[in-house]
């Protein structure tokens, strides 16, 4: 079977296309027949050494959607089912990016009802990131929130869970993307690069901006970002903190629920076959991807 790995560390020009040997579940695995896996900014890190790593053969991907090949008869998964799963870990020597992959079973959720495979694949590590970190941040209805980088697939899928827990969610992003993150559930609007005039209960940084954002944030209030070790330290009060996404597979279903009722959208900005997956690093690394890329193998 073939996987994409980095066997050392680069730009686009460092994936490779490998042939490997089918892998076998163990204890309380399941194997997924890959049918669609968006790549994440999280697979450039670990293709530029981001994470560790040097001298291994790393796997890249961690969305993944498919149907259960082979799996422990004790996870209560069954040959055909369609799953969606989070296939976590940057250093790993195989990833969703591949034909076939090996997830935990408590990782993996069914499939969307109402979507085909290529766009659930979008789902599992964006949502679940964007779903963990409103958690965190513990608002309540009619509280407000300001998601930064709010066009793209964590703000996105933030926004539309926020406004559906009743939060007022003003989005900061791109003029271009104005209507698109509107149509998300944003009621309020603040282009990038402007300076806020108001501040609110909380931020959700998926641009990364960091500390400048905190002068954003009511005394008291709360600072959410997405990327560990890149936490501003606190002022007024402001509780802040960063979202380390952990494996779930009972909160992915809750997802997988919210998007076969219409409460969240997936996006599929492109799809590469998984022999192009070096194309699809560089069309990610260009920038201004609105929606997920995804490899089909």
Do not use: C
């Not at 027949?33 to 994440?40: R, Y």
């Not at 926004?159 to 003003?170: D, F, K, M, S, Y």
């Not at 209507?179 to 609110?200: C, I, N, Q």
């Amino acid at each position: 079977m073939r996987a994409a790995v980095v066997t050392a560390f680069g730009g686009p020009e460092a994936v490779e296309i490998v042939d490997v040997e089918r892998p076998e579940p163990g204890a309380g695995q399941i194997r997924i027949k890959v049918a669609a896996a968006a790549l994440n900014p999280v697979d450039a890190g670990v293709r530029s050494g981001g994470f560790g790593g040097a001298g291994e053969q790393l796997g890249l991907g961690w969305d993944v959607a498919g149907t259960v090949d082979a799996a422990d008869p004790a996870t209560g998964w069954h040959i055909g089912d369609r799953v969606v799963a989070l296939h976590h870990g940057p250093v790993k020597p195989l990833g969703a990016h591949a034909d076939y992959t090996i997830v935990a079973a408590a990782s993996a959720a069914p499939a969307p009802t109402t979507l085909d495979l290529t766009h659930a694949a979008t789902i599992p590590l964006n949502a679940l990131t964007a779903a963990q970190a409103l958690d965190r941040l513990a608002l309540e209805s009619g509280q407000s929130l300001l998601v930064t980088g709010a066009a793209g697939a964590v703000g996105g899928y933030a926004i539309q869970l926020a406004a559906h827990r009743g939060i007022e969610v003003t989005a900061y992003a791109a003029e271009t993307d104005e209507a698109l993150v509107r149509s998300l559930g944003a009621t309020h609007f603040v282009p990038r690069g402007t300076t806020p005039e108001r501040r609110w209960d909380a931020v959700l940084d998926a641009a990364v901006i960091g500390a400048e954002t905190l002068a954003w944030i009511r005394d008291g209030g709360a600072y959410e970002g997405v990327i560990p070790g890149a936490t501003p330290p606190s002022e007024r009060g402001v509780r802040t903190g960063t979202v380390e996404i952990a494996d779930d597979g009972k909160r992915l279903a809750d997802l997988v629920r919210l998007t076969d009722e219409g409460v969240l959208t997936t996006r599929v900005a492109r799809t590469y076959p998984l022999t192009d997956a070096a194309k699809a690093h560089a069309r990610l690394a260009e920038g201004g991807v609105r929606g997920r890329l995804v490899l089909v193998p």
